[in-house]
């Protein structure tokens, strides 16, 4: 298996985009954050080639226009994505993605919607495992009281995203 990486600079930090043979993107991680990208993969494909393609899915140019704000709520319609998550994990970033620009919801809110109101910290784990960020939009969950909680790209990044939202 071959995957090709690409580096993309934000204003939150430099990210790793991976995309399969497919072009299908894996992972988007902050570089900061590279244990956790580097875990997951491994988690995904036992063994595997790294290449570099620049700007797959013209990803590059996507991130750019969610971080200016130019149509930023449609900025990755149709972007091919693969997850690979097991059935609980895809269901819970199916809700994430359906979590509109703008908006936040609970931990719990996010149990309910993914079928499972009582496994909260179960989709607060899944929600930790979610290998795209920002466009599978996990920084969306806040604590049930409004607060800020849980984020793998760490709380500024969170509260930046959502500020960049309009959601805080």
């Not at 570099?52 to 990755?76: H, L, S, V």
């Not at 109101?117 to 899944?126: C, D, H, K, Q, Y």
Request: glycine share 10%; charged share 25%.
């Amino acid at each position: 298996m071959k995957l090709y990486f690409d580096t993309i600079t934000t204003p939150l930090g430099d990210m790793t985009a991976v995309a399969m043979e497919s072009g299908a993107i894996c992972l988007l991680d902050f570089r900061d954050c590279q244990d956790r990208s580097e875990a997951l993969l491994k988690r995904r494909f036992a063994s595997f080639d790294r290449a570099q393609r620049k700007n797959p899915q013209a990803i590059r140019d996507r991130m750019g226009d969610y971080f200016t704000g130019g149509n930023a709520r449609t900025t990755f319609d149709g972007l091919l994505l693969d997850t690979d998550g097991t059935p609980f994990q895809n269901a819970v970033w199916k809700v994430l993605g359906e979590i509109p620009y703008g908006e936040t919801i609970s931990y719990s809110d996010l149990a309910r919607r993914a079928s499972s109101p009582r496994a909260v910290r179960a989709v607060g784990s899944a929600n930790g495992q979610n290998p795209i960020s920002i466009i599978i939009p996990c920084h969306r969950v806040i604590a049930k009281n409004g607060t800020l909680a849980g984020y793998a790209g760490g709380m500024d990044r969170k509260r930046k995203l959502l500020t960049l939202e309009g959601s805080l």
